[in-house]
């Protein structure tokens, strides 16, 4: 079955580092971009960023350069997604999407809480 | 970064009827727009994209249009299974994606 498979929901501190991941399957995950959306309680999608695993060419979005890093593990068909310091405004849903401009498979999605 | 005001934000339907859900974009996007829906609990789906190309096993009765910087989502003879949460996404700018507020689409 061609699926992305996000890691679970976690609960954590401000200030702390977080990586969670995106597995893809069924397909060949190395010659599809995987891009982040970030969703927030309330308030609409935000695209964060996509990273191609054949070679970890990243774009990120103004809004989240420098706040959070993406990277690939092509022998494992996984995409990351990493804090290094946790903030409460952080709190939301993460997606991990498969496309570099518009997105035919889509994660279920992790939540990340962030309590300060 | 290009802003797409979405329309309405909710609304009621019945069975049958032909729904229609608007994505203004703050400037010219040339097409470059896709379309989801989102039920609860799931991911969301592609269902449109490049304004008007229906993605692979996505019914007939969706379909979309553009005029100037609008652009719409039709939904003729709404079916049970489509009340969910639908929202466009603009890919214009490819370093900036922006999405649409969203809009759910509820049974009357």
């Known amino acids: 079955e061609v699926q992305l498979v996000q890691s679970g929901a976690e609960v954590k501190k401000a200030g702390d580092f977080l990586k969670i991941s995106c597995k893809g399957s069924?397909?060949?995950?190395?010659?599809?971009?995987v891009a982040w959306v970030r969703h927030k309680p309330g308030r609409g999608l935000e695209w964060m960023g996509r990273?191609?695993?054949?070679?970890?060419?990243?774009t990120y979005s103004p809004a989240f350069e420098g706040l959070v890093t993406m990277s690939a593990d092509k022998a494992n068909s996984t995409a990351y997604l990493q804090w290094s310091g946790l903030k409460a405004s952080d709190t939301a849903f993460y997606y991990c999407v498969r496309g570099k401009h518009y997105y035919d498979l889509w994660g279920l999605g992790t939540l990340i809480t962030v309590s300060s | 970064d290009i802003q797409m005001t979405q329309s309405p934000p909710s609304l009621s339907a019945s069975i049958g009827d032909t729904v229609t859900i608007t994505c203004r974009a703050s400037?010219?996007?040339?097409?470059?727009l896709g379309w989801y829906q989102q039920k609860l609990g799931k991911a969301p789906k592609l269902l449109l994209f490049?304004?008007?190309a229906l993605d692979t096993g996505v019914p007939s009765r969706f379909s979309g249009s553009a005029s100037g910087t609008d652009y719409t989502l039709t939904i003729t003879g709404l079916q049970s299974e489509d009340f969910a949460t639908y929202f466009c996404?603009?890919?214009?700018?490819?370093?900036?994606?922006?999405f649409g507020g969203g809009t759910k689409v509820e049974i009357k």
């Open positions: 400037q010219e996007i040339g097409n470059s």
């Open positions: 069924g397909y060949s995950f190395n010659t599809y971009w």
């Open positions: 996404q603009q890919y214009h700018t490819t370093s900036a994606l922006t």
């Open positions: 990273i191609y695993p054949g070679d970890s060419t990243t």
């Open positions: 490049s304004a008007s």
